[in-house]
T-cell receptor
Framework: GENVEQHPSTLSVQEGDSAVIKCTYS??????FPWYKQELGKRPQLIID?????GEKKDQRIAVTLNKTAKHFSLHITETQPEDSAVYFCAAIAGAGGTSYGKLTFGQGTILTVHP | EADIYQTPRYLVIGTGKKITLECSQT?????MYWYQQDPGMELHLIHYSYGVNSTEKGDLSSESTVSRIRTEHFPLTLESARPSHTSQYLCASRRKGGGGSEAFFGQGTRLTVV
């Protein structure tokens, strides 16, 4: 089945700096890679996603890149702000043709702290 | 309002009791998931479902069961609660569609087994 590895587990940056979180996946049938943000005491919410036919996607200060050959994808946050502090999760969903079709597997999470 | 609902929000129960955590969604989604999460920690997949009468085991499925008799309803049952089951349980759903789709989460059930 799918295995998603996420690094680092904790990340501390100064306000205005950039933050990068990296993930790798194992199932070549995975074709959809969402990123979720979970604030303290709240439910995870989607912040950006990328499909396997795209190499990069950007939404204001957030961007995601995907390298299908290497099976890794990354989240980039620029000009970080204190309100970006949260736990971030990457995930992968196996597409048709894999043994785990539809299975939504998450990485271990990254605790991001942005210091004012 | 279309959303995904979990009940109860909080539950304290004794060891050995049988419990069912409820999850319902009004978004017409066919895929549903159960995750176990300790605060700020990894989301461990327990069970998932493609649709009515379809269920699959995740990584932590051995001590629980699920059913999917109706599209909107996906209850999780612990046959015999243990202190190690103390955690937060999150239900999620997403629509069917090629290329992937956003998963929406419920607010969670915080379970304490004493």
């Amino acid at each position: 089945g799918e295995n998603v590895e996420q690094h680092p587990s904790t990340l501390s940056v100064q306000e205005g700096d950039s933050a990068v979180i990296k993930c790798t996946y194992s199932d070549s049938a995975s074709n959809y890679f969402p990123w979720y943000k979970q604030e303290l005491g709240k439910r995870p919410q989607l912040i950006i996603d990328i499909r396997s036919n795209v190499g990069e996607k950007k939404d204001q200060r957030i961007a995601v890149t995907l390298n299908k050959t290497a099976k890794h994808f990354s989240l980039h946050i620029t000009e970080t702000q204190p309100e970006d502090s949260a736990v971030y999760f990457c995930a992968a969903i196996a597409g048709a043709g894999g043994t785990s079709y539809g299975k939504l597997t998450f990485g271990q999470g990254t605790i991001l702290t942005v210091h004012p | 309002e279309a959303d995904i609902y979990q009940t109860p929000r909080y539950l304290v129960i004794g060891t050995g009791k049988k419990i069912t955590l409820e999850c319902s969604q009004t978004m017409g989604h066919d895929k549903m998931y159960w995750y176990q999460q300790d605060p700020g920690m990894e989301l461990h997949l327990i069970h998932y479902s493609y649709g009515v009468n379809s269920t699959e085991k995740g990584d932590l499925s051995s001590e629980s069961t699920v059913s999917r008799i109706r599209t909107e309803h996906f209850p999780l049952t612990l046959e015999s609660a243990r202190p190690s089951h103390t955690s937060q349980y999150l239900c999620a759903s997403r629509r069917k569609g090629g290329g992937g789709s956003e998963a929406f989460f419920g607010q969670g059930t915080r379970l304490t087994v004493v």
